[in-house]
């Protein structure tokens, strides 16, 4: 088995780094090699002993220093062959600059010696032509090859002058190397050979190498066959780690669904409970109202004819007393005779039970499991195992969530025979009624319905027939729109935000155009940003212009900007107003007047600018950075979110700050909404199945921290909480959005959206408590 090693070739090793000390990183000066096979300058290595002992500088091998010192380590004579012939072949260009020859300057006179225009590999000279020619003809150097000299620079003739290169004995100069002495395995010259070596037994380089390298090839069989399992070793683990990753991102994603399902069943039984609360309140009311008309009915009967009495025995005289006393006598009696107040209705008050395991800190519906993986194949028969165990763990974790939250769809009667379920314990009497609920009908254990019920039922009908006819009618003209927009308190989009006490509600307020007389465009808003109290400021990039509206619609006339610039993104600041604009960030003072300005990197089509909560500095997006200017210009802080490892790997489309000084970015290239404080740190970040597949678009945040994402292309805005965790749909079609472009937050409490068509949509957030 050949050595991997072995693939270098001379040429290679010639002109590749391997002639090079790792320590000074210049060329083997006296190369010396550790026990580890390491060669270094025997300079480099005198530097390196401490308390006896070295550490390779590559493998960190510690390796004891001889008595001698770094000297006695072995002299690498491969290398020196090497450098030998990078030095005969080094030495001006191939052309020019030709050495002297080396036999003229040996004929004495003062003669240096014509150029060389020929190397013999064997005496290791370079030649004249002349010298070249009678070196040639000579009987003892008759044999030696004569080559060219530009060849032999060029490289052409290395590996023949490898073979007749020969090594130098160290203690005898001009004695070539020639045996190898067996007991003492040390190479010799003739000299050495005549001397201490003399009785022992020495055989000459060839037989020598001969001998020896089966065992070498023996055991580098055996490194080789090492290294073939290194080599497979390495690739296992890859594998392991590749199915870690996996199964990491399988378990997340389990743990996400998990979560969300758990969420939505919370939510649904919330509703319910909450649904039995109303129901028994209104159903309470009810009867209460009915008691009180009769009770009203009989107060005035009983004070109609008090009233007459009193009048008569006041005012009347005695015939008029004594004729009328029959007729009141009768009726005062007939009165008294009825009772007066009835009994007094029980009064049934609600009490809310809690799950055990809500309150137990020990509960855990979330839990992992480590298993350890045994070596497998991965064939069809060891997917098909692990997707089966995959769905029967699926399958459990489902059952789990089941039973304890008792399912999405159970009905109240099923709740109720729940014991201590997250439920209200209300005691009913037969043939109870239950009104209406906001999103439907509560059914009840007798099936029985209410006139309110009924009308609640045909509500729902209308109003699901109108969400139908809405969402089949994209072409219709915004006035038609707006028709299906209630000024009241808009439905929730979904059962897992509607009546969610986590979560504000979105109100609709206004909706006006932007598109103005002195436009010659249709507006293509591309920047919104709060502009002193209610007001917003808008970028119309297509008209190059900065809007003032008031969040009922009224225009408040233009901000001035530089000639010939088309603002993207707009921030306001303390009585001032930055914005990008191409590869530029502007900041003007409220009359027009340009402050500074900052050149931006071309790499990104355009830069997203948020104003920090401050309102003394500005945040600009530039090539995944976050750039932070204050009001003189100058450059505060500069950082990617996730920091020096997240560098290349992020593009912020959209930038927005909140009230805690967070900075929240859509990720265009992660795909993914990122939230980080000022130095960059992560402190979370979505891109689950929320996203529906769309790219992150604009986001606002509001006074509480949480983040309001727009996803134009389903038509929807999302809501997150404060580190990114997505809570579930806000605003979608059926609140009137069409492609929605750019969000702003406006005093923290209202929500302006910009659609495509440059028409703006005002909604208030309005807390459950509120």
Not at 190 to 199: A, F, N, Q, S, Y
Not at 262 to 278: F, H, I, N, P, S
Request: one cysteine or more.
């Amino acid at each position: 088995m050949a050595s991997q090693g072995s693939t270098l070739s001379l040429l290679e090793a010639l002109s590749s780094d391997f002639l090079a000390c790792k320590i000074c990183l210049e060329q083997l000066q006296v190369p010396k090699t550790l026990p580890c096979l390491h060669t270094y300058c025997q300079a480099c290595l005198a530097q390196l002993p401490e308390d006896g002992h070295l550490r390779c500088p590559e493998c960190r091998e510690v390796v004891p220093v001889p008595p001698g010192g770094v000297a006695v380590f072995k002299t690498n004579f491969f290398v020196n062959g090497l450098l030998d012939l990078v030095t005969a072949r080094a030495g001006g260009d191939l052309w020019a600059g030709k050495p002297a020859c080396a036999l003229c300057a040996l004929m004495g006179g003062t003669n240096t010696g014509a150029p060389a225009t020929a190397r013999c590999l064997d005496c290791a000279d370079s030649l004249c032509q002349a010298c070249a020619d009678g070196h040639r003809c000579s009987r003892q150097t008759h044999t030696h090859r004569v080559v060219d000299l530009v060849g032999y620079r060029a490289g052409w003739y290395d590996e023949e002058a490898r073979e007749r290169q020969a090594a130098q004995c160290p203690q005898h100069p001009g004695e070539a190397l020639r045996f190898m002495c067996q007991p003492c395995s040390q190479l010799l010259c003739r000299e050495c050979r005549l001397d201490p070596h003399l009785d022992h037994p020495c055989l000459p380089l060839a037989e020598a190498v001969q001998a020896r390298r089966p065992g070498l090839e023996e055991l580098l069989a055996g490194v080789d066959k090492n290294l073939a399992e290194l080599e497979a070793a390495q690739t296992k683990e890859k594998e392991v780690l590749v199915r870690l990753r996996e199964q990491t991102a399988k378990v997340g994603m389990q743990v996400e669904e998990a979560a969300e399902q758990v969420l939505r069943a919370l939510l649904a039984q919330k509703q319910e409970v909450l649904g039995q609360l109303r129901a028994h309140v209104e159903a309470a009311e009810e009867a209460a109202r009915r008691r009180l008309a009769e009770l009203e009915g009989r107060e005035q009967v009983a004070r109609t004819a008090a009233m007459f009495a009193h009048r008569v025995l006041s005012l009347g005289r005695e015939t008029e007393i004594l004729s009328l006393e029959g007729a009141i006598t009768q009726r005062l009696q007939q009165l008294q005779r009825c009772p007066w107040t009835p009994e007094p209705a029980p009064c049934r008050l609600p009490q809310l039970e809690l799950h055990p395991g809500l309150l137990d800190k020990n509960c855990h519906l979330l839990q992992l499991s480590f298993e350890e993986q045994q070596p497998q194949d991965r064939g069809e028969d060891g997917a098909g195992t692990q997707k089966a165990k995959a769905a029967q763990s699926q399958g459990k974790d489902q059952a789990k969530i089941e039973s304890q939250f008792g399912g999405v769809q159970s009905q109240s009667g099923d709740v109720a025979k729940c014991p201590k379920e997250e439920r209200i314990r209300i005691q009913k009497e037969d043939g109870a009624q239950t009104p209406k609920e906001d999103r439907g009908q509560i059914q009840r254990e007798n099936g029985a319905q209410t006139p309110k019920e009924n009308k609640a039922h045909i509500l729902r009908k209308d109003t699901e027939a109108v969400s139908q006819r809405s969402g089949s009618s994209h072409r219709r003209k915004f006035n038609e729109r707006l028709r299906s927009i209630s000024r009241d308190l808009s439905p929730a989009p979904g059962p897992n935000l509607e009546g969610s006490g986590l979560l504000p509600k979105p109100v609709f307020l206004y909706s006006f155009p932007t598109r103005m007389p002195g436009d010659r465009w249709s507006p293509r808003i591309t920047g919104l940003c709060p502009f002193g109290s209610q007001e917003i400021l808008v970028a119309d990039e297509q008209n190059k212009v900065l809007k003032r509206f008031s969040l009922n619609g009224d225009y408040k006339g233009k901000v001035p900007t530089p000639e010939g610039c088309s603002p993207c993104s707009v921030a306001a600041l303390q009585g001032a107003v930055a914005f990008s604009a191409g590869a530029r960030l502007y900041l003007i003072s409220s009359d027009g007047e340009v402050q500074w300005r900052r050149a931006l990197t071309h790499s990104q089509a355009s830069h997203a600018v948020a104003a920090l909560p401050s309102r003394d500095r500005v945040a600009v997006s530039v090539s995944g950075y976050v750039e932070v200017y204050n009001m003189e210009g100058s450059l505060a802080t500069r950082f990617v979110p996730g920091g020096k490892a997240s560098r290349g790997s992020r593009a912020l489309v959209f930038l927005a700050t909140s009230p805690q000084g967070h900075f929240v970015g859509s990720d265009w290239q992660q795909n993914s909404l990122v939230v980080c404080d000022g130095l960059g740190q992560v402190i979370g970040e979505y891109s689950g199945p929320g996203l529906y597949g769309c790219q992150p678009g604009s986001v606002s945040v509001d006074k509480k921290g949480y983040i309001f994402l727009t996803l134009r292309e389903v038509n929807k805005v999302v809501v997150l909480d404060p580190k990114g965790s997505l809570l579930g749909d806000f605003l979608t079609a059926y609140h009137g959005l069409e492609k929605p472009r750019v969000t702003t937050m406006v005093d923290g409490r209202f929500l302006a959206i910009s659609l495509s068509n440059g028409t703006i949509h005002v909604f208030r957030l309005r807390s459950l408590n509120s």
